[in-house]
């Protein structure tokens, strides 16, 4: 098969070549990858041009624009980058403590390959390739484009008893719609509890339908976290009565999901498992302490 090269998708043109900086970054810590996840911290981590306390800078960026790129794998190195946007430079700034970053402003034109893009890139050996000539265009291969944008799940499936994901690491998981979460999800019905862990109040709720708890979380993933119940719809789309503390449009990120009873049984008896999810809102009072209305 022909090899597709990366300025075969973003066309930059060799009269321009002088206005652009290739920017290479290694994972961060946490793991993250997109900016849906937490804008602030991914924007900062390719943006870092000087350490605190350093007379050196990590990286200088003198051209107008740059393509950023970050490592796929952390710890074995491999050659494969995610391209996470082109981006205007906008100068630096200067912190208190003397680390500086610059000031990055994405262009809409290239969004379209954000978080979608796949390329291959060897690092020579000798000091770190934060950044490369944009020469290199020309030759870097283009691995994949993605449908979605890019989700690493690390999340193993350790039991129906142990399910306790953060509202990101669900959304992880749906979006990504891996196969072992998804057949086991599937496969059961339950009933299930939503922790704000922001003020500890709880919501309960049941599954009995087809493709059980699988669909019934996927449906919190595609609206945001709200899934249709009217008290959580309040937190998350601003709603007057919750206004000073539903300002943060990703109000769910403090939802918390975990199954406190499966039936094995998927096309069990759906009127014995609304009885239990009524049993286990009275146990957790979550009608009246929680974000429960029957």
């Known amino acids: 098969m022909e090899n597709i090269f990366l300025n075969d998708i973003l066309n930059i043109e060799f009269s321009d070549y002088c206005n652009w900086t290739i920017c290479l970054n290694n994972a961060n810590d946490e793991g993250i990858y997109s900016f849906d996840e937490n804008p602030k911290r991914l924007l900062e981590h390719i943006s870092w041009k000087k350490h605190a306390k350093s007379n050196v800078s990590f990286r200088n960026i003198n051209t107008k624009f740059c393509l950023q790129f970050i490592r796929l794998d952390k710890e074995n190195k491999f050659n494969q980058w995610l391209f996470l946007g082109a981006f205007i430079v906008n100068g630096y700034k200067t912190f208190n403590d003397g680390h500086e970053v610059y000031n990055l402003t994405p262009i809409k034109k290239y969004e379209i390959y954000s978080e979608r893009l796949i390329v291959e890139f060897s690092k020579k050996q000798g000091p770190k390739q934060a950044k490369i000539d944009i020469s290199n265009i020309e030759t870097i291969k283009v691995v994949k484009i993605l449908e979605k944008k890019y989700n690493q799940v690390n999340l193993s499936f350790d039991g129906f008893d142990k399910i306790s994901l953060e509202f990101i690491e669900l959304k992880k ?9 998804r057949e086991l999800l599937s496969n059961v019905n339950a009933i299930y509890c939503i922790t704000d862990m922001s003020n ?10 087809f493709n059980g708890v699988w669909q019934r979380w996927s449906c919190y993933v595609n609206t945001n976290g709200h899934g249709g119940n009217v008290e959580l719809k309040k937190l998350l789309l601003d709603d007057n009565i919750y206004k000073k503390i539903s300002d943060d449009k990703n109000y769910a990120k403090n939802f918390k999901f975990s199954l406190l009873e499966v039936f094995y049984n998927k096309n069990g008896n759906a009127n014995y498992i609304l009885e239990r999810e009524s049993y286990w809102k009275k146990v957790f ?7 429960n209305l029957n």
């Open 200 to 209: 500890g109040k709880l919501y309960i709720g049941s599954t009995y339908g």
């Open 173 to 181: 998981i749906i979006n990504s719609n891996v196969d072992n979460w």
């Open 285 to 291: 009072e979550s009608k009246k302490f929680g974000y």
